[in-house]
């Protein structure tokens, strides 16, 4: 895997093969990252990472400067690993690592975030997606003016929720975008 852009652009990072992950393709981190550039300038967002893996996306927010990334993962490996990358990259004060169950995380996290991005497992079933957007929304985990990405392939469909925006598709990697919902008048003052 590579790092795109920012501080370490173009350092190369080899993860152990014994990790059970599937890291973000280059081609689509880099165009969500272009989605997320005309947003957000990325040395004033705090990340929430769920189902970290190798720390892929965590990586690429804190060499682009975020102010924190909170990397939560249940693979005890994935977390060593992200720990490890981050001492290595001096990402310490940047990144923390959380090593738990995306759900027990969620349903017990404090605080909002102005980008969540989740990455589930791809065999995951459906319903766990749905959760995962469910507890964001409802627990207030995600800031007013925030957005949650989740990587999910073309079998999963999240358009359903009244927060969904856009799905975009690089390759068989999706992306689908959750807004908070904003009133009619607040688009009118814009």
Known sequence: MRIISGRWK???LVAPRNLPVRPTTDMAK???FNILNNYY?????????????????SYEFASRGALSVRSVDMDRGCTKYIAATARTLEFEGQISVINSDVFKYLATARGESD????DP??????????????MVFERELLSEEGVL?????????????????QTR???TVHFSFFEWERDEEEEDEE
């Open 10 to 12: 173009g350092r190369f």
């Open 30 to 32: 880099e165009s969500l």
């Open 41 to 57: 300038d990325m040395d004033e967002v705090t990340v929430t990472d769920l189902f970290a893996g190798t720390g892929n996306i």
């Open 115 to 118: 980008i969540i991005f989740a």
């Open 121 to 134: 497992p791809y065999n995951m079933p459906a319903e766990k997606y749905n959760d995962i957007v469910s």
């Open 149 to 165: 990405v989740v990587e999910h392939p073309a079998t999963i469909d999240l358009s359903s929720f009244p927060q969904y925006t």
């Open 169 to 171: 598709r690089y390759g």
